[in-house]
């Protein structure tokens, strides 16, 4: 949400100098986390929430594409080593789910690229996923 209020006097507009075109708040909530900014939350609506729906940006192909590289990009930052870590497991988590989605659309040379990928950086768990790829190369040579 946009219903976000900040003092001038505590934080530096740089900080919302960012290139992100998706999770944009998100990465700004990490953002401030990392530098040790006090957050507050007023428990009062100051906005109307609008339901979700098929047209919403995070129904997009992009948007969905997009997550594993915020992921990393939020994995940069300065947070504290058990934050990373539930970071690194969501990347993790994400590459695998990409490499199902491009599996599911007959992009068989990336997702074998996204699994190696996974599995290269510590995603070990996904290993057994690797079967699928297999017997989908057996289903085009057939």
């Keep these: 949400s946009c219903a976000q ?3 001038s006097s505590s ?5 919302f100098k960012i290139d992100l ?3 944009e708040w998100t990465y700004i909530f990490f953002l401030l986390i990392s530098h040790n900014i006090n957050i507050y939350y007023i428990s009062a609506l100051g906005y109307k929430k609008y339901e979700d729906n098929q047209d919403s940006v995070s129904k ?3 948007y969905f594409l997009a997550y594993p590289d915020f992921l990393l ?7 504290s080593p ?3 870590k539930i970071v690194r497991k969501k990347y993790l988590t994400a590459l ?6 491009e599996l599911s659309f007959g992009l068989l040379r990336q997702a074998w690229g996204t699994h190696f990928k996974c599995v290269a950086r ?3 768990e996904f290993l057994p996923f690797t079967r699928h790829l297999v017997m989908a190369l057996f289903r085009n040579e057939v």
């Design 5 to 7: 209020l900040f003092r």
């Design 11 to 15: 934080i530096n507009p740089e900080i």
């Design 21 to 23: 075109k998706y999770f």
């Design 60 to 62: 997009s192909s992009e």
């Design 73 to 79: 990009k939020l994995h940069d930052l300065d947070l």
């Design 82 to 84: 058990s934050v990373k």
């Design 96 to 101: 695998n789910v990409l490499a199902n989605h």
């Design 122 to 124: 510590g995603g070990w």
